[in-house]
Nanobody, 127 residues
Framework: QVQLVESGGGLVQAGGSLRLSCAAS????????LGWFRQAPGKEREFVAAISWSGGNTYYTYYADSVKGRFTISRDNAKNTVYLQMNSLKPEDTAVYYC?????????????????WGQGTQVTVSS
């Protein structure tokens, strides 16, 4: 059974940092393209960041304009885990954050292309 489990969310003041983790079981993340999405109250789920599969030692990352320069996505295949380091957080970053996985080569930014999703972790940034 495939499971993606996010952790690391919480309440933080504006300007602070959080590191989200997404641990996978039932699949080998090194063979998957991975992404982080978020959904704020009353809004649609939106793309945040993506990282390509690790064919060899080269992988690529891509970010939404709203988080570029503040967030960093990374993966640790040995731990079967993907991370999202979030710095300089803003109140508008408040949302439930989800990780997702799909067997694909390259960057995947479209929500509908992902096959597996975690249950989400709440991030709240106070002003």
């Amino acid at each position: 059974q495939v499971q993606l489990v996010e952790s690391g969310g919480g309440l933080v003041q504006a300007g602070g940092s959080l590191r989200l983790s997404c641990a996978a079981s039932g699949l080998t993340l090194s063979r998957y393209a991975l992404g982080w999405f978020r959904q704020a109250p009353g809004k649609e789920r939106e793309f945040v960041a993506a990282i390509s599969w690790s064919g060899g030692n080269t992988y690529y990352t891509y970010y939404a304009d709203s988080v570029k320069g503040r967030f960093t996505i990374s993966r640790d295949n040995a731990k079967n885990t993907v991370y999202l380091q979030m710095n300089s957080l803003k109140p508008e970053d408040t949302a439930v954050y989800y990780c997702a996985a799909v067997v694909a080569i390259g960057i995947v930014t479209t929500l509908g292309e992902y096959d597996y999703w975690g249950q989400g972790t709440q991030v709240t940034v106070s002003s």
